[in-house]
Nanobody, 117 residues
Framework: QVQLVESGGGLVQAGDSLRLSCAAS????????MAWFRQAPGKGREFVSK????????VYADSVKGRFSISRDNDKNTVYLQMNSLKPEDTAVYYC??????????WGQGTQVTVSS
């Protein structure tokens, strides 16, 4: 079983950037698709982005397309989420997830991102 630990969250102003990291340990990281989800207060968990095992395939939610970028470093067992032009509506707890392309079954504990206007 892989373990996931997110970091990089914080309090920023609208228009700022943040980079989230998710460090993985356990089963072979490079064989897993990885994803980022988020959950805002009072709302359900929302898909943000995912990346294939080799890093060659990525998908983004419409709400973040053009502003966020997902990447991974299989040598460091880490997946990243670069978030630019942040908006107050991006405020949420961001979760890293591991699994296969169509289903993610292992989750981190989350990191809080707060964007002030």
């Amino acid at each position: 079983q892989v373990q996931l630990v997110e970091s990089g969250g914080g309090l920023v102003q609208a228009g700022d950037s943040l980079r989230l990291s998710c460090a993985a340990s356990g089963r072979t990281f490079s064989s897993n698709a990885m994803a980022w989800f988020r959950q805002a207060p009072g709302k359900g968990r929302e898909f943000v982005s995912k990346i294939g095992a080799s890093g060659g395939r990525t998908v983004y939610a419409d709400s973040v397309k053009g502003r966020f970028s997902i990447s991974r470093d299989n040598d460091k067992n880490t997946v990243y989420l670069q978030m630019n032009s942040l908006k107050p509506e991006d405020t949420a707890v961001y979760y890293c997830a591991a699994g296969i392309w169509s289903r993610f079954d292992t989750w981190g504990q989350g990191t809080q991102v707060t964007v002030s206007s």
